[in-house]
């Protein structure tokens, strides 16, 4: 079935396997089926709008609605809502029951929701069992570390996103099992990498793309297990050591001079047409120990799923994000997981089964409507609770209400988020210009950073050449983005780190650089191109348009072999 997306204009296809999956999860209820009709939306816009309800980086100070103690919290002072501390809004002095209220057949379900939505309290921060992590966001299991989000089990590492089971790594992007990393990029298993993507298994090197098993290599690309490399070239210890001096990789001038040169060296050499490792009959981008998927990025460990998102252990589902871990039969949800079963549009809900249009619910089963019920709740609508038999008389008369208002089927509104385009992850993947977002009714949010009360205030490009140049009192000055102009300051930890690993301080605003390391992906789009080499038909997420040789799997690794 051919569509054209209603929001861009895009063709875009409904398969026969989408429409088994919509009428395999299509809720029943009193031996009725209420079936999914095909979504509006092609499944970028689709991703577009379910990520503008996650604000992951944008942090504000208030104060805690329930014990009026200081608190940093994603939502602004400006939202409808309560917003509790962590302790608060898992305690006992509050009851998210005390919010229900009757549907209400002569209203739109949506307006009923939102009604609900707008006064339900919010938890300030996303976070669990972390220990001395009070500026992360959605990051769990971990110590002592400092601006980083959508983190599990790290250690020491600040202005991170999406590392995992990492320490002391600064500056780094979806990271796996890594160690004193700076400024790297969907890396594994990595100790003392610097300034390098798509890489597993490197040591002591700088500049890599695409390395497996590679210590004390400089500017390569496509190596495997060599050491003491220069641009590809093999050169004995002693000559690697006198030109890494020649490089000044401890200043920032040697840095963009190597960085500027690295980027023109990889342009010239072939490219992998997709990152797919150990998987089958999958496609999409950087996906591995998978099989039967269709349209994935960043995806591990899943089976029989479309249009999936940065997801892990998950299972048939579709057009999920950041959801996983594990999760089953979940549709049109964002940050779903941590054993969900059976969510239909559903947010910011974990621990959890059989929930249609919730969000911010947790250990709570058998939901419609509901949000930030959190302990063992069951049959509930709009947060009022029923018995078994009352909650599967009413369901079927509020999905037929909606039904017949055109509602159903359909993922919440935009104007539901509580959060600004720009203050989204959306934002990272689809940016939007002001103009842009406020057409579409999205928002936007003025950047507004207080200067910090600072004994200097200093332009980036004026901080010392080399961190032997920095002085402790550094930590005192506020730093101005040579880019944005934005301020920002360095902390102890971070200073610790440059010191160890010999780098000079950053010129750039965190969510500068941040910005960066997401601009190096390549898009989350499939284009068809032939191989160079073997004329091969092959799918890319390169587009035909851009200048670097792209070979398909076959010839790649026959080239790297």
């Not at 079936?35 to 689709?46: I, K």
């Not at 249609?356 to 709740?377: E, P, Q, V």
């Not at 910090?452 to 009192?473: A, F, H, N, R």
């Amino acid at each position: 079935m051919q569509k054209v997306c209603s929001q861009c204009s895009a063709p875009f296809e409904v398969t026969e396997a989408d429409l088994a999956f919509y009428e395999r999860i299509s809720p029943g209820f009193g031996g009725k089926s209420f079936p999914l009709l095909p979504p509006t939306l092609c499944p970028d816009c689709r991703n577009m709008r379910r990520l503008a309800f996650r604000n992951e980086r944008c942090l504000y100070r208030r104060t805690c609605d329930l014990t009026g103690k200081p608190l940093l919290s994603i939502y602004n002072t400006d939202v409808s809502f309560p917003v509790y501390s962590y302790d608060a809004w898992w305690g006992d002095d509050w009851d998210a029951l005390s919010y229900g209220r009757e549907f209400d057949p002569a209203r739109p379900f949506f307006e009923q929701f939102e009604k609900l939505f707008r006064c339900v309290p919010r938890l300030g921060i996303v976070t669990g069992h972390n220990e001395n992590c009070d500026y992360c966001n959605y990051t769990n299991y971990s110590k002592s570390s400092y601006l980083c989000f959508g983190c599990h089990n790290v250690d020491h590492c600040f202005h991170n996103w999406r590392t995992h089971w990492c320490e002391h790594c600064v500056d780094c992007l979806q990271l796996n099992k890594c160690t004193l990393c700076y400024e790297c990029i969907d890396c594994d298993e990595c100790y003392n990498l610097r300034f390098s993507q798509d890489c597993s298994t490197c040591s002591d090197s700088s500049f890599l793309y695409d390395c497996k098993g590679c210590t004390h290599c400089v500017g390569c690309v496509g190596l495997r297990n060599r050491e003491y490399c220069l641009f590809n070239e093999q050169l004995d210890e002693q000559t690697y050591a006198q030109k890494m001096k020649q490089l000044q990789l401890h200043t920032p001038d040697g840095i963009e001079k190597t960085r500027m040169k690295f980027e023109e060296y990889k342009q010239g050499k072939p490219h992998r047409n997709l990152f797919i490792s150990n998987s089958e009959n999958v496609s999409g981008d950087h996906i591995c120990d998978s099989h039967n998927l269709h349209e994935c990025y960043h995806v591990k460990r899943a089976e029989d799923c479309s249009y999936l998102e940065s997801c892990e252990d998950i299972r048939d589902s579709m057009d999920s994000s950041f959801s996983g871990w594990p999760a089953e039969l979940v549709y049109e949800t964002m940050s779903a997981g941590v054993t969900c079963y059976n969510f239909l549009f559903c947010t910011a809900s974990w621990s959890c089964s059989n929930l249609i249009y919730c969000d911010n619910c947790h250990h709570s089963s058998d939901l419609f409507g509901c949000i930030g019920l959190r302990k063992k709740n069951r049959y509930c609508i709009l947060n009022k609770q029923y018995t078994k038999e009352g909650y599967e008389e009413l369901v079927p008369k509020v999905i037929a209400h909606m039904q017949s208002s055109g509602e159903w089927g359909q993922f919440f509104p935009q104007c539901l988020s509580p959060h600004a385009y720009n203050e989204t992850i959306a934002n990272g993947y689809y940016p939007l210009t002001e103009t842009e977002a406020n057409s579409r009714g999205w928002g936007w949010r003025e950047e507004t950073d207080e200067m910090p009360k600072m004994e200097k205030v200093i332009p980036g490009d004026s901080l010392p050449k080399t961190i032997d140049q920095t002085p402790d009192d550094v930590l005192n000055w506020a730093i101005l983005c040579r880019i944005s102009t934005r301020p920002f300051k360095i902390i102890k930890q971070e200073l610790e780190f440059y010191r160890q690993m010999q780098l000079p301080l950053p010129r750039l605003h965190p969510d500068e650089r941040y910005r960066r390391r997401m601009a190096c992906r390549n898009p989350r789009k499939l284009w068809q191109r032939k191989c160079p080499k073997c004329g091969k038909e092959m799918q890319t997420t390169y587009a035909p348009e851009r200048p670097e040789t792209v070979y398909c799997e076959a010839c790649y690794l026959s080239e790297v072999y």
